[in-house]
């Protein structure tokens, strides 16, 4: 298949990397839907496309504080072990709100919350 045969505009590819930079979409949201892209599905605009398929990147901090307490409160014995210093369990804990956004929160704002609230602010 040549270049000629994708249905990607070089617009629609450069529109994909400036929401991928700007944290709007991550790089997995991404790679999720290049395959749809290529062909010919968003050209007439990334953002509106994955806006319409509800991907867009979670990055209200009440919105994610919310998935964190949520998390939190499901995990009481994890919780307890990780304040007891079993500090690995924070990747756990990160693991369980991507579980919970579906992938779409914003790594490093989640993290910034969850240590927060997992050293008890």
């Known amino acids: 298949m040549g270049m000629d045969a994708l249905a990607i505009t ?11 930079e700007n944290g709007t979409i991550s790089g997995k949201i ?16 990334i953002r509106t496309y994955i806006e319409k398929q509800g991907l867009l990147m979670i990055s209200d901090e009440a919105a994610i504080g919310a998935m964190v307490d949520k998390v939190l409160e499901a995990n009481q014995k994890q919780l307890q ?20 956004s579906k992938g779409r929160v914003n790594p490093g704002l989640m993290k910034a919350i969850l240590l927060r609230k997992l050293s008890g602010e």
């Open 10 to 20: 070089p617009a629609a590819l450069a529109e994909m990397i400036s929401l991928i």
């Open 30 to 45: 991404a790679k999720d839907i290049l395959p749809d892209l290529l062909q010919g599905r968003g050209n007439k605009g």
């Open 81 to 100: 072990e990780f304040r007891a210093g079993k500090t690995k369990l924070q990747g756990y804990f990160e693991g369980q709100v991507m579980k919970e």
